[in-house]
Structure formats: C-alpha cells, structure tokens
C-alpha cells in the first residue's frame, strides 16, 4: 500500500502583488508544478498561502522568477482532511464573464456621457471600465495557454492601459486649457449608475473570492473602482455648488494617475 504524502501549508509574503494580472501569473507560475495543490491569495496582506506536498523548495524558485519580491515563510505539517475545496475554473469564467459585460457595457455608457457632459472625470472613469474590462478579457482569453503567451498578453493589457491613461491626461490638460462647463447633474447621475454597477461586481466576485484566479485580486479592483465612482458624485455635487470645473479635472487627473499606475506594474512583470 502506497503512504500518503505528508501535506504542507507555506507562507509566502510577495510585496510586488496588488493587481489580478499579478496574481494570474503566480497561479501560472505553480499550476504545473506536481507538488502544488491550490493556493489561497490575500491581495490585502500582499500574501499567499501555498498548500503543497514535499519541499517549499520545489515551487519557490517558480515565485523567484517573477521578480515580485516574494520571501518564503513559516510551513506547517497539516491533514489532507484540512485541505480547502478550491473552485472549479468554470465557476470563476462564469463570474468573469459577467464583470467583462458589466464593465464593457459601463465603458460605453459612460464615455457617451462623458463627452456630452463635458465631463473628464466620467470620461476618465469610463477608460478605468475598460481597463477593468481588459484585465476580466484576458483572464479568460489566456485559459490553457503557455506561461509566456500570457505573460505577453499581460504586458499588451499594460500597453493598453497605459495608453488609456495617457489619453485621460492629455483629455484634462485640453480642457484645462481650453475650458469646459461639466453638466453637474449628468456627472452625478451617472456616477451613481457606475456605482451601482461596480457595487454589482463586488457582490458577484464575493461569491468566488475565495475561489481560484483573480477572485480575490478582482474584489480589491473592484473596492478601488467603486472609491472612483464616488469622486466623479463628489466632483458632481462640487461642480453643482461651485460653478468651477476644477473639481471636475482633479477627479480626472487622479483617476487617469491611478490608471497609468496599474499599468506601469503590469508592464514591470517578468517572466
């Protein structure tokens, strides 16, 4: 009769991780890894939770390589009964599925206000949508693929993103210059739309967020973007009271910096 393996769980603290496409690569990084049963992500605590057989020894020069900083930890002996159920792919690709429309669907909405409303901060929250979206297309567009094909496709996301970033930018300095009169109404009234969307999204990743790839990562984004949706209200209201536009084209710069942000991170992974 064959003895059972003994089971360890290893942490692992990786200071470089704060965005799903982050957490991505390091699930590819130990997915063919024999020794690897499932991870636990905490994308607060910028840690993992490695439950694996053997040595730590095995899969940490996979974690080494990314270049995100990661430090191995304490590891316990545990008991295979203790081993947490991890999702099913296919429930996370449903879930997914339905942040990718969501945010699609609000890009759209969003930038079509935005222009007509004169609004730099819808329009710079509507680009973050698109970010978003991106990030949501590739976790399910890179399913099955090599470790190199995604970290491509990671880096063609930062590309994109970064240049969205660029465009909000350029988009506030032009106003800036030239002036724009935001309607104060349309900027609240459809920031509390994208509110409610993104609030959507957190209730559907809540369910998965202790699932498999970018759950938990995704309900961090999401908290951040539903921050966002609240600055272009408050711009709205500020514009309402105020007259001025500045409230307007400070909610743009910052969201357009929080972009480009993400970008640069994605862009610095190494494979």
Same mark, same amino acid.
Not at 68 to 76: E, K, M, R, V, Y
Not at 228 to 237: E, F, H, S, T
């Given at each position: 009769m064959e003895?059972?393996?003994?089971?360890?769980?290893?942490?692992?603290?990786?200071?470089?991780?704060?965005?799903?496409?982050?957490?991505?690569?390091? /699930?590819?990084?130990?997915?063919?890894?024999e020794s690897v049963r499932g991870i636990k992500v905490d994308l607060g605590d910028r840690e993992i939770k490695v439950y694996h057989s053997g040595s730590a020894s095995d899969f940490?020069?996979?974690? *080494?390589?990314?270049?995100?900083?990661?430090?191995?930890?304490?590891?316990?002996?545990? =008991?295979?009964?203790?081993?947490?159920?991890? *999702?099913?792919?296919?429930?996370?690709?449903?879930?997914?599925q339905k942040l990718l429309w969501i945010n699609g669907v609000m890009f759209a909405t969003e930038l079509t206000v935005g222009v007509i409303a004169q609004s730099t901060g819808l329009i710079a929250d509507s680009l973050?949508?698109?970010?978003?979206?991106?990030?949501?297309?590739?976790?399910?567009?890179?399913?099955?693929?090599?470790? /190199?094909?995604?970290?491509n496709a990671a880096h063609l996301s930062g590309v994109l993103?970064?240049?969205?970033?660029?465009?909000?930018?350029?988009?506030?300095? /032009?106003?800036?210059?030239?002036?724009?009169?935001?309607?104060?109404?349309?900027?609240? =009234?459809?920031?509390?739309?994208?509110?409610v969307a993104n609030v959507a999204c957190l209730l559907i990743i809540h369910r998965h967020r202790d699932g498999g790839a970018h759950m938990k990562a995704s309900w961090i984004f999401s908290a951040n973007d539903v921050i966002?949706?609240?600055?272009?209200?408050?711009?709205?209201?500020?514009?309402?009271?105020?007259?001025?536009?500045?409230?307007?084209?400070?909610?743009?710069?910052?969201?357009g910096v929080l972009v480009m942000s993400g970008a640069i991170r994605i862009l610095r992974l190494q494979g």
């Open positions: 003895e059972a393996q003994e089971l360890f769980v290893t942490s692992i603290d990786i200071p470089g991780m704060d965005c799903p496409s982050e957490e991505k690569l390091i /699930r590819i990084a130990l997915d063919n890894i940490f020069p996979a974690l *080494e390589s990314l270049q995100l900083g990661a430090t191995s930890g304490a590891s316990h002996a545990m =008991s295979a009964e203790l081993l947490p159920n991890f *999702e099913a792919p296919e429930g996370e690709a449903a879930a997914l973050d949508m698109l970010a978003d979206a991106s990030v949501y297309g590739l976790a399910l567009f890179v399913v099955g693929k090599s470790a /190199r094909f995604q970290l993103q970064f240049a969205l970033a660029i465009g909000v930018l350029m988009e506030v300095a /032009r106003r800036l210059i030239m002036g724009s009169e935001p309607v104060s109404l349309l900027m609240m =009234s459809f920031g509390s739309i994208a509110l966002a949706n609240a600055g272009v209200i408050l711009a709205g209201v500020l514009v309402y009271f105020t007259g001025s536009n500045y409230p307007d084209l400070i909610i743009g710069l910052l969201i």
